[in-house]
C-alpha cells in the first residue's frame, strides 16, 4: 500500500503537463483561426466551446498570442481599448469588470477618412473619451490622482468595433480572445487637458444622416471614464504590459454600441470635447 501511495503523487504532476500541453495547443489553433478570420475577413464560429468553459484567462492568453505575433510582424502598439464598461452588458455576459484589447497603429484612422469597402466583416461604432498620456502609468496600484498627472490631454473618439465571430454571436470568452472585438479607431484633433473636464457629467450623442443613434454619458462608462483608466492602468501593470507616455487608451462606450451600414456617415459630440466622425465608403 506504501508504493501505491507514492506513486500517486508522481502521476498527477504528469497529467497535469499533459492537459497545460493540450491547453497550450488549444490557444495556439484558436489565435490561429482568429487570426485567419481577420485576415480574410471570413467570421468563424464562437471559440468559446474550444476552451475551457468561461475560462477568461485562457481567453487572454488566446490574444497575447495574436498580439506577440502583431509585435513579430512589425505591427506599431500604441494603446489599449477598455470594453465592457457598462454594468448592463457586464451582466449581460455574466462578468463582474471591464476587459481590454490592444490598439496598433495601423487601426487608426485620421477623422472623417472613409473605412474601405469591405475591410471589416460586420462594423459597429461606439463614442468614447480617449486619453492621450503625457507620463508612464505603470505604477501597480495608481490612483486617480496619478491618471489625471499622467494624462496629457483627452479627445472625443469613435471605436470602430468588429466582431471575427461570426453574427455577433459572442461571449466573453469570445470578444476577449478576439482581442475584444477591437477593430479600428478614429480620434478628434482638438485636444483638451482633463483637468477642465468633468469626464462623468458630459453628455454625448452620436448621429447619422441626422438621426441619433446612441445617446449617453460618462457616468455609463463605469461611473466616469478616469475610473475605467484607472482600472485599465492597475490591470496592465499587473499582467506586465504596462502603460507608457504616448499611448492611447480608448477608455469605453459612453452609450449603446449601433451597428452601421457601408455609406454610412457617423458623429460624436461629447459636451467639452467637441466631435469626432467615422465614415464608411460605399461598396462599388
Request: charged share 25%.
Amino acid at each position: 500500500m506504501a508504493s501505491k501511495t507514492k506513486a500517486n503523487p508522481k502521476a498527477k504532476p504528469k497529467a497535469a503537463a499533459k492537459a497545460g500541453s493540450g491547453l497550450d495547443k488549444t490557444i495556439r489553433s484558436v489565435a490561429d483561426s482568429l487570426f485567419e478570420a481577420e485576415k480574410t475577413g471570413q467570421a468563424i464560429a464562437p471559440v468559446r466551446e474550444l476552451l475551457p468553459e468561461n475560462d477568461v484567462g485562457a481567453a487572454y492568453r488566446v490574444q497575447e498570442v495574436n498580439t506577440k505575433r502583431a509585435l513579430a510582424a512589425g505591427r506599431r502598439l500604441v494603446g489599449r481599448k477598455i470594453g465592457l464598461t457598462a454594468v448592463a452588458v457586464q451582466k449581460q455576459l455574466g462578468v463582474d469588470q471591464p476587459d481590454y484589447g490592444m490598439l496598433f497603429a495601423d487601426m487608426a484612422l485620421p477623422d472623417g477618412e472613409e473605412v474601405a469597402h469591405g475591410k471589416l466583416i460586420k462594423p459597429r461604432v461606439e463614442a468614447e473619451v480617449a486619453f492621450i498620456l503625457g507620463r508612464d502609468l505603470d505604477q501597480e496600484q495608481p490612483t486617480v490622482a496619478d491618471v489625471i498627472l499622467a494624462t496629457e490631454y483627452c479627445v472625443p473618439a469613435i471605436e470602430i468595433v468588429d466582431s471575427r465571430i461570426a453574427e455577433w454571436k459572442i461571449k466573453i470568452v469570445d470578444t476577449v480572445a478576439d482581442n475584444a472585438s477591437a477593430a479600428m479607431f478614429v480620434l478628434g484633433c482638438e485636444p483638451k487637458p482633463l483637468r477642465k473636464l468633468d469626464l462623468r457629467l458630459c453628455g454625448m450623442v452620436m448621429e447619422c444622416k441626422g438621426e441619433p443613434i446612441s445617446v449617453g454619458a460618462g457616468a455609463a462608462c463605469l461611473g466616469n471614464p478616469v475610473v475605467a483608466v484607472l482600472w485599465l492602468a492597475r490591470t496592465m501593470a499587473r499582467v506586465g504590459r504596462p502603460l507608457k507616455a504616448g499611448d492611447i487608451v480608448m477608455s469605453g462606450a459612453l452609450g449603446p454600441m449601433t451597428p452601421v451600414g457601408w455609406g454610412d456617415v457617423v458623429e460624436a459630440r461629447i459636451s467639452g470635447l467637441g466631435s469626432v466622425r467615422a465614415a464608411f465608403a460605399k461598396g462599388q
